[in-house]
């Protein structure tokens, strides 16, 4: 049964055709994964779907009665004040209340005896529908969700302003699941998740009895849970059957098979050209007159798209040899240390991989290695040699109302605007990209924009910080590739271990070092 339905959905963004008279259904309990490169337009269509963004054309009906529970990128929620457990507890409100009906009831009951019978039923059927919502598992449900995504590490008691981005999207996440409504929409779920909490995640959804439509460049994790593909790319959605696998295998022979059509439509169309300039003004014409007006009314195919091949690579300064940067007896924190104290050597050309659980200080250990936080005790000795370029995993800007472009001349401001915009087309940043607000720019393009400052740096030490978190599978790629041609130094912070396995030659676990 069709929980939702979509049609004639189109929509653009400035100059940019996101979709163009799109159709697609979600049925009851569905699985399906969204896919796309970044700023196709998949976080709008969660939004619009969600009533967030009307679209420009477009009719979105969902069943009534339905229940939708998203999660956004932002991750924002108006109860901040809370704890992470009274949040969490949000989920069951209405069941806390039927227990303190309940409970009420019974008081009156035992006070008001003329009336304890009408009391006495009240709390009786209060407690049928406890019983029948599993009231009495939930302290279980919710213990395990804590520990399935390890929000007994942040701290139960911790309020929701005091934390993190990527603790605050986790615990909204947990709350969502909770509720478990009619349908859930994810919007990158798995950002700031360790593995072990990934596959607790996955097994989660994959049991799901309900629906869910979920944004994700994590492909294994895409494997493990749907059974359906929405594709948004190049201005169309398209709707694919079976598992991630499956829709690569399927897009790829709907590809060629669109490519042998467009080529044989345009060696027809050549043919049928060459035959109306040879016949023209012959004795032929009047076939050749039939066939240019046959010609006027053929439908042609559009070229087929095909990604252009992203290439780029990082500047190197002098590396030299010896020693970069060097820890002694270092403690890193706010105002208690997080970690034990660290000795550590980064020699040039060395490529280093930092592991370890979402909050145990490796973003606080990368600051404090740039000198952007100051040690707690102990020392960072960066050499006279060291040239760092570093790649913040936060997507903030000092003025996020200024475009890519104005921050690029802000920052480079003897380039031509020719020069600038050919700098960020590097990184697949259009012009029409280039001039919009940075705060309207999707999680990738806003990480390209990243990405494309820290490829005007020289080093000879890469310091990045969740590099791959918003990036589509094109400009991973390409990361990758540069990276293993960079010549210096890296020190990366990374939770997909595919993407650093085959060349990185050192690791730094920071869970060892708590133990």
């Not at 009786?124 to 919710?142: D, K, P, T």
């Not at 213990?143 to 909204?172: F, H, M, N, Y």
């Not at 600051?367 to 000795?381: D, M, R, W």
């Not at 540069?482 to 060349?503: K, M, P, T």
Request: with cysteine.
């Amino acid at each position: 049964m069709s929980i939702c339905n979509v049609a004639h959905l189109t929509h653009q963004f400035d100059e940019k055709i996101l979709y163009q008279g799109a159709e697609f259904e979600l049925f009851n309990g569905e699985h399906c994964g969204i896919v796309g490169p970044n700023g196709a337009g998949k976080s709008t269509l969660m939004k619009i779907l969600t009533g967030q963004i009307s679209p420009d054309q477009g009719d979105i009906r969902w069943q009534p009665g339905i229940t939708i529970g998203a999660l956004n990128q932002q991750a924002w929620t108006d109860q901040a004040e809370m704890t992470i457990l009274e949040f969490l507890k949000t989920a069951y409100q209405t069941l806390w209340q039927w227990e303190s009906q309940m409970n009420e009831a019974y008081l009156k009951a035992a006070v008001e005896m003329e009336n304890s019978e009408h009391w006495l039923k009240k709390a009786g059927r209060l407690q049928e529908q406890l019983n029948a919502a599993g009231f009495y598992e939930v302290e279980v449900i919710i213990e395990k969700t804590i520990t399935g995504l390890g929000l007994d590490q942040i701290g139960l008691d911790k309020p929701l302003c005091q934390l993190s981005g990527g603790q605050r999207a986790k615990v909204i996440l947990a709350q969502l699941l909770l509720k478990n409504p009619d349908v859930l929409l994810l919007d990158e779920p798995t950002n700031y998740l360790d593995h072990e909490h990934i596959v607790w995640l996955a097994e989660m959804l994959r049991l799901r009895t309900g629906a869910f439509l979920v944004i994700t460049h994590d492909f294994d994790f895409l494997q493990q849970i749907a059974a359906s593909i929405l594709n948004v790319e190049w201005g169309h959605i398209t709707k694919y059957y079976g598992s991630y696998d499956a829709f690569l295998r399927q897009k790829e022979h709907r590809q060629k098979e669109y490519r042998r059509q467009y080529e044989a439509q345009q060696e027809k169309i050549k043919k049928t050209e060459e035959y109306i300039r040879r016949n023209i003004a012959g004795v032929n014409t009047r076939i050749a007159q039939g066939r240019r007006k046959q010609l006027e009314r053929l439908e042609r195919l559009m070229p087929p798209d095909s990604p252009v091949p992203l290439h780029f690579d990082f500047p190197v300064a002098s590396i030299g040899q010896g020693i970069l940067l060097e820890t002694s007896e270092l403690s890193v924190g706010y105002e208690r240390p997080l970690l034990p104290e660290l000795d550590l050597k980064i020699q040039a050309g060395e490529k280093w991989v930092v592991t370890g659980f979402n909050g145990i200080g490796k973003t606080t250990l990368l600051k404090t290695l740039i000198g952007e936080l100051p040690p707690l005790q102990g020392s960072v000795c960066r050499f006279e040699t060291l040239r760092i370029t570093y790649f913040s995993q936060t997507l903030s800007w000092p003025d996020p109302k200024q475009s890519a472009l104005a921050l690029f001349s802000d920052c480079y401001p003897r380039k031509t605007l020719q020069e600038l915009r050919f700098l960020l087309a590097q990184c697949r940043i259009s012009h029409e990209l280039a001039t919009r607000p940075l705060d309207t720019l999707s999680g990738g393009e806003q990480a390209r924009v990243k990405l494309c400052l820290a490829l005007q740096q020289e080093s000879n030490l890469l310091i990045l910080d969740e590099p791959t978190q918003h990036l589509d599978e094109w400009v991973k790629k390409a990361l990758k590739e540069a990276l293993q041609r960079y010549s210096g130094a890296i020190l990366l912070v990374c939770h997909e271990a595919d993407f650093y396995a085959n060349w990185v030659e050192h690791q730094l676990s920071l869970r060892s070092l708590v133990r």
